[in-house]
């Protein structure tokens, strides 16, 4: 682990050590680790989207309420946290699982930053590729945006954010996977690693 990795980890573990047994809870929901995590997963955020759905908020109020609520759980939740999870009943075991959660989070924003400086690699240069590359892309954003309603789109897109760790973990994802790397001759592409 090199040291601006070890510092991130670090900080990143002491930040969130308020929030340790929720974020195991999460992890494992999201990891599918409970029986019908699927199913809880879909209905909770089906129902939250349908409750946006129905209320019709306007964005500046919905960006107002999700500040709030996030303001009030910052607040709260450690307090509660105390009263529920007492620090004598945390385990060896809890701690690596919860070190092992951090070292993945760590990579996901490992992940996103360097897609990020990838995508615009080039905006120094100016280079027309950088211009296409990027206008393709934006207008084929736009496009979709214009073409479906913004709130499925979100929908869609957190639906699938939140069952992408379980569905990455099955066999049978991988299996399909190999065989349509296979008839698009992408072998030597692996987005995926082999856990």
Known sequence: MSELKKKEFNRLKNDLDA??????????LLDWKYPYSCGWIVSGITALYLVLWKLDLSIVTQLSLLCLFGLLGAFFYPVIAKL??????????????????????????????DFWNTFFWNIADKSIIHVFKTSGVLLGLAWIGASVNNLLLIYLTTLTMCLWPGISQLDEFHVKLNMLKKKLNLSSLSPFKNQ
Request: hydrophobic fraction near 50%; avoid cysteine; charge should be positive.
């Open 19 to 28: 929030w340790r047994e929720i974020i195991l809870f999460l992890h494992d």
């Open 84 to 113: 529920f999870f007492k620090p004598e009943k945390w385990t060896g075991v809890q701690e690596k699982h919860f070190e092992i959660v951090i070292n993945k989070l760590l990579n996901v924003k490992f992940s996103v930053v």
